[in-house]
């Protein structure tokens, strides 16, 4: 059985992909790091402590965006190790693929995740390391394993509205619905959106653009790049030296320039509506 370690800066990701792997049968343990410093300390304790050891891993799942060291940067570090654990990359993009497999990754998972993809990444990694039928008794009595069950909805489903009022987004196999009233601003992360409430944020992917279209009827505005701001969730509009920003709440967002007279006006219109 695999001993898993997942690596991705993003915490909804890495819960999601942690959920997934210790669904399937084949995975003895799977744990997080959450960037790759982190990953490599981890790396370097399970070698140190020998294949059998209590800290052993087999093989990495491994972002490659990620804050600092890249998972490429990553990958070729651990390729000077005597004993590197295998390498399978979970990522959003598919540009990197040549570079993966000149790495000698076992496979390269695209974002967002489907467990059946995920399922054959695992049967990969135990095939290399001789341990494809390596699946518990028990397990195998069961039937199939759990990850290659109907795929739950992907994340760019998810993010469709649920009636007038609501959003459903996923985390770690959950569907959750979120008040879109409850949303203060939303921040651009990539090919994602991070959906920001007093109670906590919440990642999707879908670009902020389309958000923009959808939710401009409900008193969304764009004020920047990255962010769109629901309107009456502005507290203060500030002017400082030719920039202006806004505070949300505890948080304070650029204005670019091309959306501040605009959001002035708006602004002004919605106070004496």
């Known amino acids: 059985m695999l001993r898993v370690l997942a690596v991705d800066d993003e915490k909804p990701l890495l819960e999601e992909l942690l959920y997934l792997l210790r669904s399937d049968p084949r995975v003895r343990s799977a744990e997080g790091a959450s ?13 140190e402590s020998g294949p059998d050891g209590p800290d052993g891993i087999d093989v990495v799942f491994l972002d490659i965006h990620m804050a600092g060291l890249t998972g490429l940067d990553v990958a070729r570090l651990l390729a000077g190790f005597a004993r590197p654990p295998l390498i399978v990359f979970v990522t ?102 991070r959906l920001h409430t007093d109670e906590g944020s919440h990642l999707v992917r879908i670009p902020l653009s389309t958000l923009e279209e959808r939710w401009g009827a409900r008193g969304f505005v764009r004020i920047h790049r990255r962010h769109l701001v629901a309107l009456a969730r502005i507290d203060e509009l500030r002017l400082d030296s030719g920039t202006t920003t806004v505070r949300v709440g505890s948080a304070e967002l650029q204005v670019s320039r091309r959306h501040s007279r605009e959001l002035r006006d708006l602004l002004m219109r919605h106070a004496t509506g």
């Open 35 to 47: 960037d790759a410093t982190e990953a490599l300390r981890r790396v370097t304790r399970a070698l």
């Open 92 to 193: 959003a993009h598919e540009g990197f693929a040549v570079q993966a497999f000149d790495l000698k990754a076992v496979d390269y998972v695209l974002k967002p995740v489907r467990p059946e993809r995920l399922a054959e990444a695992v049967r990969r990694t135990c095939a290399q390391l001789g341990r494809a039928e390596e699946v518990p008794a028990a397990a195998a009595a069961a039937g199939p394993p759990a990850v290659s069950a109907p795929r739950p909805p992907a994340p760019e489903a998810a993010v469709a509205d649920r009636g007038p009022e609501q959003i459903a987004v996923e985390l770690g196999g959950v569907t959750r619905f979120v008040a879109i009233a409850d949303i203060a601003y939303v921040e651009a992360q990539g090919d994602y959106a």
